[in-house]
């Protein structure tokens, strides 16, 4: 059972091990406040700002969940504009704060091609999420640097489509050794963020 902060700290068990404090919600906001990043209007559009790219989403409780590991973590979420996407949106995403989305418009390969075609100091890193010949395993990503970096992810059954894949300056791979052959997009996609973002 988590016991409340008492002031009396760290004493040990009956074996003699340290006790565990599980954080409560008021000692986590009061830790954040001291790291508030959440008064950015935009992550994505800062130095060494991240954006998810959901642009083939089959799913909506996918993009509710990446939209929150985004907030999370500091970084954007990319969606296309499809008329079931708001909802799938607010569904997943419960938190006060505004929602750092990007509407990929006017259609996804659009977006993506616009960002490709960025150059000189808007220069944009594009990262694709997949498992290829080529990829890079997690463990060897390098945490994000100055420039700003759109990681793109693939369609829950199809992957990243041919054209997409034109668009990307890498892959990365998250190695597995299970069965499965692959992991949720959501799961691959919080990962891969969490690394980048040099948070795990
Ligand atoms: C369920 S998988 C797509 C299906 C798979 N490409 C296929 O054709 O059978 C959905 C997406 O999750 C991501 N993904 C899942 N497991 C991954 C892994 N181990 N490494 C990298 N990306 C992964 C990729 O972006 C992939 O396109």
């Not at 130095?47 to 939209?67: C, D, R, Y």
């Not at 945490?143 to 890498?170: C, K, N």
Request: aromatic share 4%; proline share 6%; glycine share 10%.
């Amino acid at each position: 059972m988590p016991s409340g902060k008492s002031g009396q700290e760290n004493h040990g068990n009956m074996s003699g091990k340290t006790r565990i404090h599980v954080k409560t919600r008021n000692e986590i906001k009061r830790e954040r406040r001291l790291v508030d990043t959440r008064n950015h209007k935009c992550w994505g559009w800062m130095p060494g700002g991240i954006v998810v790219a959901m642009l083939f989403p089959l799913h909506g409780a996918n993009i509710g969940t990446l939209l929150r590991t985004c907030e999370a973590a500091g970084a954007c979420l990319a969606v296309p504009h499809y008329p079931w996407v708001p909802q799938a949106l607010s569904k997943g995403y419960t938190i006060s704060q505004r929602a750092p989305v990007h509407w990929a418009k006017p259609t996804s390969m659009r977006w993506l091609e616009r960002e490709r075609q960025r150059t000189g100091d808007e220069y944009v890193n594009i990262i694709g999420v997949e498992l290829a010949d080529e990829a890079i395993r997690l463990p060897n990503l390098p945490v994000r640097g100055e420039r700003r970096t759109i990681i793109v992810l693939g369609h829950e059954q199809t992957g990243i489509p041919p054209e997409a894949l034109e668009m990307l300056d890498m892959t990365v791979e998250i190695p597995m050794v299970g069965s499965g052959s692959t992991l949720n997009v959501a799961v691959a996609g919080s990962l891969v963020l969490y690394k980048l973002a040099g948070l795990s």
